[in-house]
Nanobody, 117 residues
Framework: QVQLVESGGGLVQPGGSLRLSCAAS????????MAWYRQAPGKERELVAS????????HYTDPVRGRFTFSRDNAKNTVYLQMNSLKPEDTAVYFC??????????WGQGTQVTVSS
């Protein structure tokens, strides 16, 4: 099995930036889809952005479109989430997710992002 490990979270002021990383223990092409989700306190986990690993297409949800950028480095088996113009409502635990074509889901442990002055 491939494991996913997130890093890069922290405390940032409104308007600031962070870059999250998700390192896979094997090739990210093991997954059909890779995605970032987030879960704020008291709320359900929600999709932030996703990409089909065999393409260059990336989907962003409305709250982050234009501010967040999903990228990947296949050689490093790593995906990234560049987050700009952060808002307090972006505060959440961010999770990396990999989906196999058979429907199996793989999750990282999550990394906390706090946007506060």
């Amino acid at each position: 099995q491939v494991q996913l490990v997130e890093s890069g979270g922290g405390l940032v002021q409104p308007g600031g930036s962070l870059r999250l990383s998700c390192a896979a223990s094997g090739s990210i092409l093991y997954f059909y889809v890779m995605a970032w989700y987030r879960q704020a306190p008291g709320k359900e986990r929600e999709l932030v952005a996703s990409t089909i690993t065999s393409s260059t297409l990336t989907h962003y949800t409305d709250p982050v479109r234009g501010r967040f950028t999903f990228s990947r480095d296949n050689a490093k088996n790593t995906v990234y989430l560049q987050m700009n113009s952060l808002k307090p409502e972006d505060t959440a635990v961010y999770f990396c997710n990999g989906k196999r074509s058979d429907g199996a889901d793989y999750w990282g442990q999550g990394t906390q992002v706090t946007v506060s002055s």
